[in-house]
């Protein structure tokens, strides 16, 4: 089976499907989100490169990805420490468009591999360096701006605009950054929410543009611990979601100082944390 | 800071927000998902637990979740593999309910280990093992049962009736398990959607259910290629997703020989692959 051999190099992919409807199938064309893994490799100088993570992601600001995973994750430290971004070249010298490699000028891998995958504590202190570890990777971010509830409530309306994909094939997350005044900054998608998350903090990396403190984050879904932690990571101070945000994204986001918006919809909202940032007369 | 000192013990957190409506902000108390860490751990006989994962779920279901994830991932070969499941026990004989202890009468971790998250293929072979590999790890799936289009549509509706959480959170994702005449068999939630997989199939496995051929499975979001192949490992051989699939969930459910029934919702649907065990005349 060939599923990765050809590989579609395209955010949607056409296929045909039969369609149900007031009792009658029909065959007709449609449209998938693409979903295809990416493994992102991690070389020191003069070494090897090794595998990081495999990530089932939608093609396209691969290398945006690739260095925004690494660096929420914890394995590249700040854009002085990356030394290039580059698929990988298979032995007939064709891009292999499934694999990037970073090449860092410190490699801080195999701390990081050991301690997200892999823990030795014996059942007697129970893995509480492993939980504690979750929340103490990244540090609490920074004053942030005041954004007025008028601009919040802008704000999925301006992602939607700019969302193409998802309104073809439904399958879509997106991330969006904007400044405190509603201005739309750079936005991403992936059929992963965690993806959209670090292709936008990636690009962010590459352009030197880190830590967000003044910006606006918005994603399309829920709101889970992991996306304020890679938030966090990016300095981000106000992040708002279209739907729900769950208990521990609440209570990290309270650690980390930043004001959580969730249910933001039809200029409805909910503040969770550090409602100072909102200004809700305005 | 103690982010995980005092678990929540249910799946519904209580929280203080600030509703914004109609230009007026008005505090109020509101209803939160509960995500908590859970920690997997493995253990032979005779030895020591060592850490398998770390998953983001909503507390409930935990021994199901362990037993699920450990299945779908390959590293619990089935029922007669399984010794006992329990929480983890800490030095003052307190339960410890983020940490759960599968005990195997055969471990197969440290391939599975090695195959999930390192791969040291060169870059002259580009990690094609590594990417091959994601379709490998399970076989693909019997007949199954032939479904009629109007048992199809009646699925989400009996879905929505049973998925209580949800209602008060806006933040669950559900898997359920139909016959095929449309008897609702087992329903599970979690703020992950692996995780709501992973608990009905682990539940299934501990009752000796598996494979659920005769099963009709629906999630109540979009499908991934990751919960195809969680299914096909636990034989199901017809997917129904409310939402959208993505293109690999396709391929996937393709070589696996499954049945991918896509936008299930008033009674409309479209049918990716296999579309043989659908009656659309029923």
Request: with cysteine; aromatic share 6%; charged share 20%.
């Amino acid at each position: 089976m060939a599923l990765f051999d050809t590989p579609v190099r395209r955010a949607v992919s056409d296929v045909q499907v039969l369609a149900f409807e007031d009792g009658q199938a029909r065959p007709r064309p449609d449209r998938l989100v693409t979903e295809e893994p990416l493994e992102v490799r991690v070389a020191g100088p003069g070494q090897e490169p090794v595998a990081f993570a495999v990530t089932m992601r939608t093609p396209g600001n691969d290398f945006d990805l690739a260095a925004g995973l690494c660096f929420t994750e914890g394995a590249l430290a700040g854009p002085d420490a990356l030394d290039g971004i580059a698929y990988c070249v298979g032995p007939e010298q064709e891009q292999q468009y499934n694999i990037v490699t970073l090449r860092m000028r410190t490699l801080v891998l195999p701390d990081v591999h050991e301690r997200r995958f892999l823990s030795n504590a014996s059942c007697g202190i129970c893995g509480k360096a492993a939980l504690d570890e979750v929340d103490l990777r990244v540090a609490p971010v920074g004053a942030g701006p005041t954004v007025a509830a008028s601009v919040l409530g802008s704000l999925p309306d301006a992602l939607a605009s700019h969302q193409r994909v998802f309104e073809k094939t439904g399958g879509l997350h997106a991330a969006a950054r904007f400044a405190a005044d509603g201005t739309l900054r750079e936005t991403r998608e992936d059929v992963g929410r965690h993806n959209a998350l670090d292709k936008l903090i990636g690009r962010a990396l590459v352009d030197r543009a880190l830590p967000l403190a003044d910006d606006v984050l918005l994603v399309s879904g829920r709101l889970s611990f992991e996306l304020v932690q890679k938030a966090a990571a990016a300095g981000l101070t106000v992040l708002c979601a279209v739907s729900a945000p769950s208990s521990l994204a609440i209570a990290a986001a309270e650690h980390f100082g930043q004001t959580v918006v969730g249910f933001l919809r039809d200029g409805r909202f909910n503040v969770y944390t550090h409602p100072e940032r909102v200004d809700v007369s305005g």
